[in-house]
């Protein structure tokens, strides 16, 4: 197994890569900093991984996209799957007060995404074959006060991968949508824990389990689905006075 | 501040109350494994657990293992802790190659038994005191089998048990007692056992005894469930539950080295008042006395202990200052917390353990007097000369005043 971890040196994605690792896949680590890269390569690789490889990159610089996606090409010479698990998240109180700061979160956790699915979904189509793993968020399924900006970006990417999921059926690709709920990682080390948060390991094991079974969408742990449907059928002018 | 890993230590060693605890659950990564040689290098926070998980099936085993693999391997630096090989193989401190320590003044050192040698031998079983262990290199032993060739004894009497261990630390690697000590009479104590060896013969590499378990004890059990009648009878079921005076079976690893692992919450048996550990070593020359005299001052107080281990400590020597392990028998005992009765139940225990020249083991105490730990680790004042000026611990601050 051939993989392209996007965001390898988040919580999630290396909890998810042990397990990879331990059937001895082939990984290929894109992330910001190089030496992050390089402890979770040499972490991965004692784990079992046949072979990891790493490169660096700011997703939101689009134009080395390309490139990114050209190195795991020719260094495993094709790939079987890719994770895309990386995302920032931001204050949403300097977003409502900042344009800029809202066009900052809205690229990195969207369009940068929609930007590189554009990319894959071409590859994988061409060659019949593969999955494409997503990681959004229970955030994007309702626009919630406290966090909107972000769970916009989210449910955008979530809607991009239904629609894609539909083109890709025919080609055989599978496109998976994992909505985590809240986790336990040091994007919310800012947020006060409680018994809801589930650990990254469960949440990366889920996702793990997920892209094997070849799922579709998937909310980890899998109570969120139902605390999601609940949420998702509140009437809106009584979930507008709600203040979370 | 003070590092915290798994938090298995019995008291207030990995406590800092009032103070800062450092998590080092997320310095969780493997760094290297040089599966030729038998050497791993990994962060503190990595479990022995996940150690086993990937080197046994390659082949390999952690040269020193304590009673639970849920311990981390800078946790097992600190309390620089033994197990059943220690008259083979010593202590894990004995081990380690090197390791790196991060002192509050942001000075990383790699301290081995060449390099910043003092501060190596101060750090392990050094309590975390030292500094905060970032990562960690020790040698693995080779094996072929995952399983364990043993054998179980009966013996009715620690002079028996003596003769047994005599004999049996030379043909077993690892070794143990389970004893009953609410016998009485000369005997002082009878009890099981046990002696084991890595199966020779090569047989599939699994981490894990495959044995699904699933026991856990759900909640505290009523403070009645665990006491000197229920103790008693627990203790003649199981004396007797081996039929024959000598048992000989293979088995997984997984049961022989962890069996209290397989009960998850197990400390709950004793209910809300809890319990207080107890391990203690008396050196050879006069053991056989001391024993004698703990023992019966166990007897009079009328508290049983749940689970009494029992083993010979071999003559290999530690490099660390603060380590609890000496040539001499070590006897390991839990009571149920009845408040000041057990508490002086245990300092009169010090008392004959400090007259016997032996020690008790920090990593399971929470009540020791300072005077007492100061006769039992002659190098205290050698060793506090390493600690970092903005580290401590509740343990440090009790047994030092």
Known sequence: MRLLIIGATSAIAQEAAKCFAADGAEMFLVGRSAQKLQAVASDLTV???KRVETFVVDLDDFERHAAMLDAVIAAFDGIDAALLAYGTLGDQRKCELSVAETMREFTTNCTSVLAVLTLLANYFEGQRRGCIAVITSVAGDRGRRSNYVYGAAKGAVSLFLQGLRGRMSSAGVCVLTI??????TPMTAGI???PIFASARAVGQGVY???QARKEVVYVPRYWRLIMLVVRTIPERAFKRVRF | MLPYGFGRSYGDSCLNQDGVLLDASHLNRFIAFDE?????????????EEILDIIVPRGWFIPVSPGTKFVSVGGAIANDVHGKNHHRAGTFGCHVTRFELLRSSGERLICSPQENTELFRATVGGLGLTGLILWAEFRLKPIVSPLIAMQRVQFASLEEFNALSAEADQRYEYTVSWVDILVGGTA??????????????PSKLTARSGKKIPLAVPFDLPAFTLNPLTVKAFNELYYHAQFAKKVEKVAHYEPFFYPLDAIHHWNRLYGRRGFLQYQFVVPFDHGYDAMRDILARIRRSGEGSFLTVLKQFGHIQSPGMLSFPRPGLTLALDFAFGGQKTLRLLDDLDTIVRAS???VYPAKDARMSGANFRAFFPRWQEFAQYIDPRFSSSFWRRVIS
């Not at chain 2, 030729?36 to 022995?48: D, F, P, Y």
Request: with cysteine; net charge positive.
């Open chain 1, 209 to 211: 389990r997920a892209m």
């Open chain 2, 357 to 359: 020249g032996g020690a």
């Open chain 1, 179 to 184: 909505k985590p709920g809240l986790v336990d």
């Open chain 1, 47 to 49: 784990r079992g991984a």
């Open chain 1, 192 to 194: 006060k824990k409680g």
């Open chain 2, 188 to 201: 002082l104590c009878r009890g099981l056992f046990l002696g084991g060896n890595h199966e020779q013969a």
């Open chain 2, 36 to 48: 030729a040689r038998g050497i791993l290098r990994c962060e503190a926070g990595v479990s022995l």
